[in-house]
C-alpha cells in the first residue's frame, strides 16, 4: 500500500475540517497532493537590506532598523500602530491593525530589530505592514546567517481562517516528509539518473520544500521537471507503441494513375519543399503496415489541402475510399469547392455530405459509400455518423483538429476491421514543444513555407496620431479597386464599452468615406445572423468597399480581393489573434497589408506582440514568441488536453530539457518497445502509478 494515497486528513495536525478546507481550497485530498504542493517561491533570510535599497518589487526582505517612534492613530475600525524604523540609510515605517495591544507593548523603542516583511510604499516611502519582529541580538543574526531558503506556499483567505497560511503548510508538510520520507521511492531507472547526474527522488522532494541550499534547490527542482517531463512523454510515446501493436494498417503499395495523371497533368504549380517532405512522410507511413496518425501544421495558405488531396489519390489509387471531415458547414463547402477545382470535372466524382443535405440525397451518397463506388467524400461530422457505412474507407483528412476530441477521431477507426490512416491537419501553428506534448501520440509534419511567388504581407504599426495617413492608404487602396477589413476587439466583459467604440469607429469612417463613393458593411455579435449574413455577402460580392467587425469575421470568409486588413486597438489582441486575422488577408494575387492601429501607451508585452507581427509572417516564429510571453497555460488548443497542467515544469522555459527527454524516451522504446529489460521494470511501476501530479486518463 502506497501511503502516499492516504486521505488528508490522517495526517498528524489536519483532522477533518482543516481536511475539507484543504480539499475544497487547494484541491488537496491525500498525503501526495500535500506532498506535490510545491512552494511558489522562497524567502532568503541569510540576506539584509538596507532601507535605502528596499524597492516596491521586492518579495519579501529582511532589513536591521533601530526603532525611533512609536503611535495610535486613528479610531475604532481605523485604529492602528505606527512605527518609524531608521537605519543609517533612511527611514521606513511599520504598520499593524491587529494585535495592536500586544505590538505596543512588546517593541522597545530605541531598541534595534531584526525586521522581516513585504515591503509597499507610500508617499514614496517605503512601508510594511504586520511584519515580523526579533529584537536583534548578535545571537539571533547568527541564528538568521544559518537560516536557509524558507518556502512560501500558496493559501487564501479561507484556509488562513483555519491556520492554514504558508507558515502552517509549511508544517505540516514537515510533518509529512518526517514520517513517510523513507516511503518516497525512485520512480526513474539507475541509468538514467546516473547518466543525468539527477538527484534521488526523496532527496527531491526534500529539498524542494526544505532546501539545505540554493544549490540543493535548483537540483531538486531540476530532477523533478525532469521526472515529470520524462513520465509524460513515457505515457504518450508508449501508448503510441500499443496503438501501433494493435492497429494494423492499410498498405499502399502502390503509386498509380490517378495520382501520376493528377500530378503531370492537372497540378497548376510545382510543389513547394516543405510539400514534397511531407507527402514523402506520408508515403512511409502508409506502406509500413500500420496505421498513420499524422499531424499537418502549417499557416493558412501554406498548401496543405493539395498534399491531402495528393495522398488521397494514392489511397484510391490502392483501391480504398477517402473523406476530407471539417468542424463546420461553411468549411466544408469551402474544401469541397477547393478540391473540385483542383481536380477539375471528369477526373474523379467528389460528394459533399453535411447536415444540410437533403435526405434524398443523402440515402444516395450512403448506398454509394457502401457499394464503394463513390471515392471522395467531403463533409462536417455527417460524415462518421453511425449509419454511415463505407466499404473500404483507407484514408481520412480531419481539418482543424483542435475541434474534434479524440473520441471522434476514434469512431473513425471503428468504421473498418483495418482502421483508415488519419492525416490531421492544423492552421495554428504551435512551437514544437508544445505539439510534441498536446499531440504526443501522433507523428508531426511541418509546412514552414509559403508557395514561391506569393507576396509576403507588408505589415505596419501605427499611433492614433497617425489615423488620418492610414484613412489616405484606405483610400488609395479602395481606389485601386480593393476591398478592406476593419476589426474591433470584442471582448465578452466590456462587450458594451467594445460595441460602442466600433459604433463610433463606424461614425468617423461613414463621415471619411461617404456615400455614394463608398459602402460600408458592418457585422458584429449583436446581429441576428440573416442580417450578419446579408452584410458579409454584399461584402463578398464586392458591393461594399469596407468591412468593419467584430472578431466575427474569423470564422471562414475568403474574399481574395479584400487586401488591406486594419486592426484597431490592436494592443488589445493576443498573438496568435493577431496572426489569424492577418490571414484573412494575402489571399489573392496582390500585395495584402496589415495596419495595427494602437494607443500611444502600450505595456511592454503589447510592444512585443506589435513588433513581432511587423517583424514576421511565419506563424511558427509567432508561435514561439506567444509562447514565452504568455507560457503554456493559455496557449490555444490545449484545453481538450489537460496535460499542460504540469505542476513543476513550464514547456516555454523547459523546451531544451524536454526535447532531449523525448529523445531518451524514443530511444529507450526503440531498443525495448515492451519495457520488458530489467532495467526498466522500474518504468513499468511508474506508468502504474496513480496520480504523478499528472491527469493520465486524459491523456489518450
Ligand atoms: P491551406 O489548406 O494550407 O490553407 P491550400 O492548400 O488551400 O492551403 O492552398 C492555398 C492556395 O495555394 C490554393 O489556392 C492552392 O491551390 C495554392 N497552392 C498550394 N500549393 C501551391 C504551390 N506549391 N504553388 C503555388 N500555389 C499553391
Ligand atoms: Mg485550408
Not at 482543516?18 to 501526495?32: P, Q
Not at 500586544?102 to 530589530?113: S, T
Not at 502552517?168 to 514520517?179: D, F, I, R, Y
Not at 499531440?439 to 505596419?460: C, M, W
Request: net charge positive; with cysteine.
Amino acid at each position: 500500500m502506497n501511503p502516499f494515497q492516504t486521505p488528508i486528513e490522517y495526517l498528524k495536525g489536519v483532522g477533518l475540517s482543516r481536511a475539507d478546507v484543504l480539499k475544497k481550497e487547494l484541491g488537496l485530498a491525500t498525503f501526495e497532493d500535500l506532498l506535490r504542493h510545491f512552494p511558489y517561491k522562497y524567502i532568503d533570510r541569510t540576506r539584509f537590506y538596507k532601507i535605502r535599497d528596499v524597492e516596491p518589487e521586492l518579495p519579501y526582505v529582511q532589513v536591521i532598523a533601530r526603532l525611533t517612534h512609536k503611535e495610535l492613530l486613528g479610531e475604532k475600525r481605523t485604529k492602528r500602530l505606527v512605527i518609524q524604523a531608521q537605519d543609517d540609510t533612511g527611514v521606513m515605517e511599520l504598520v499593524w491593525f491587529q494585535g495592536i495591544r500586544w505590538m505596543e507593548k512588546a517593541l522597545v523603542p530605541g531598541k534595534a530589530y531584526i525586521i522581516f516583511g513585504k515591503p509597499t510604499f507610500f508617499n514614496g516611502k517605503a512601508q510594511m505592514a504586520h511584519p515580523e519582529m526579533e529584537l536583534y541580538t548578535p545571537a539571533a543574526l547568527l541564528n538568521k546567517g544559518n537560516s536557509t531558503l524558507q518556502p512560501a506556499y500558496n493559501s487564501t483567505e479561507k484556509m488562513k481562517q483555519f491556520g492554514l497560511d504558508s507558515k502552517g503548510l509549511q508544517k505540516l508538510t514537515a510533518t509529512l516528509l518526517e514520517q513517510y520520507a523513507k516511503d518516497i521511492h525512485e520512480n526513474l531507472p539507475l541509468y538514467i539518473i546516473n547518466r543525468f547526474k539527477l538527484a534521488s527522488r526523496a532527496t527531491a522532494y526534500r529539498n524542494i520544500h526544505f532546501p539545505e541550499d540554493a544549490a540543493a534547490l535548483n537540483e531538486a527542482q531540476h530532477r523533478l521537471k525532469f521526472e515529470e517531463l520524462f513520465l509524460l512523454q513515457l505515457k504518450l510515446l508508449r501508448n503510441k507503441v500499443l496503438h501501433t501493436q494493435k492497429f494494423k494498417g492499410n498498405i499502399f503499395g502502390t503509386v498509380g494513375n490517378l495520382f501520376h495523371e493528377f500530378y503531370h497533368h492537372k497540378l497548376p504549380f510545382e510543389l513547394t519543399n516543405s510539400q514534397k517532405k511531407v507527402l514523402k512522410e506520408i508515403r512511409q507511413d502508409t506502406q509500413r503496415g500500420v496505421q498513420m496518425n499524422r499531424l499537418l501544421q502549417g499557416d493558412v495558405g501554406s498548401g496543405k489541402t493539395v498534399v491531402a488531396l495528393m495522398s488521397m489519390l494514392i489511397a484510391i489509387d490502392n483501391g480504398f475510399q477517402t473523406c476530407i471531415m471539417a468542424p463546420t458547414e461553411i468549411l466544408a463547402t469551402q474544401h469541397y469547392a477547393t478540391i473540385k477545382s483542383l481536380v477539375g470535372d471528369d477526373f474523379i466524382e467528389v460528394a459533399l455530405l453535411t447536415g444540410s443535405t437533403p435526405q434524398k440525397a443523402r440515402k444516395v451518397l450512403h448506398q454509394r459509400l457502401e457499394s464503394g463506388d463513390l471515392k471522395i467524400l467531403i463533409g462536417t461530422h455527417a460524415l462518421i455518423e453511425d449509419k454511415v457505412q463505407y466499404k473500404n474507407l483507407g484514408f481520412v483528412v480531419i481539418d482543424e483538429q483542435h475541434r474534434f476530441g479524440v473520441e471522434q477521431r476514434a469512431k473513425l477507426w471503428r468504421k473498418n476491421a483495418i482502421p483508415p490512416h488519419v492525416l490531421v491537419m492544423t492552421a495554428t501553428p504551435i512551437p514544437r514543444t508544445l505539439a510534441m506534448t498536446l499531440y504526443g501520440d501522433l507523428d508531426i509534419s511541418v509546412i514552414d513555407e509559403l508557395p514561391a511567388g506569393r507576396k509576403p504581407i507588408q505589415t505596419v504599426h501605427f499611433f492614433e496620431n497617425q489615423r488620418l495617413a492610414m484613412f489616405g492608404f484606405m483610400k488609395r487602396e479602395i481606389a485601386k479597386g480593393r476591398q478592406v477589413y476593419v476589426v474591433y476587439p470584442l471582448i465578452k466583459e466590456s462587450e458594451k464599452l467594445d460595441l460602442k467604440n466600433l459604433e463610433d469607429g463606424v461614425n468617423v469612417m461613414a463621415h471619411e468615406f461617404p456615400l455614394p463613393d463608398y459602402r460600408i458593411s458592418i457585422v458584429h455579435g449583436k446581429l441576428k445572423a440573416a442580417e450578419k449574413q446579408f452584410e458579409m455577402d454584399r461584402f463578398v460580392k464586392g458591393e461594399t468597399q469596407i468591412m468593419v467587425a467584430t472578431t466575427v469575421i474569423e470564422v471562414g470568409v475568403n474574399v481574395p480581393n479584400a487586401s488591406v486588413m486594419i486592426i484597431e486597438n490592436a494592443e488589445r489582441f493576443g498573438l496568435s489573434q493577431l496572426h489569424q486575422l492577418r490571414g484573412r488577408v494575402g489571399r489573392g494575387a496582390e500585395q495584402s497589408f496589415c495596419i495595427l492601429m494602437s494607443n500611444q501607451k502600450l505595456s511592454y508585452d503589447g510592444r512585443i506582440r506589435l513588433n513581432t507581427m511587423v517583424k514576421t509572417n511565419n506563424g511558427f516564429e509567432i508561435a514561439e514568441i506567444d509562447l514565452q510571453l504568455r507560457g503554456p497555460g493559455n496557449i490555444e488548443g490545449k484545453q481538450q488536453s489537460g496535460v499542460l497542467d504540469l505542476k513543476i515544469a513550464n514547456l516555454a522555459t523547459d523546451q531544451e530539457l524536454l526535447i532531449v527527454i523525448r529523445h531518451v524516451v524514443e530511444d529507450i522504446f526503440k531498443v525495448d518497445p515492451q519495457l520488458g529489460l530489467p532495467e526498466n521494470q522500474i518504468l513499468h511501476n511508474s506508468l502504474q502509478e496513480k496520480g504523478q501530479g499528472l491527469s493520465w486518463d486524459k491523456i489518450s
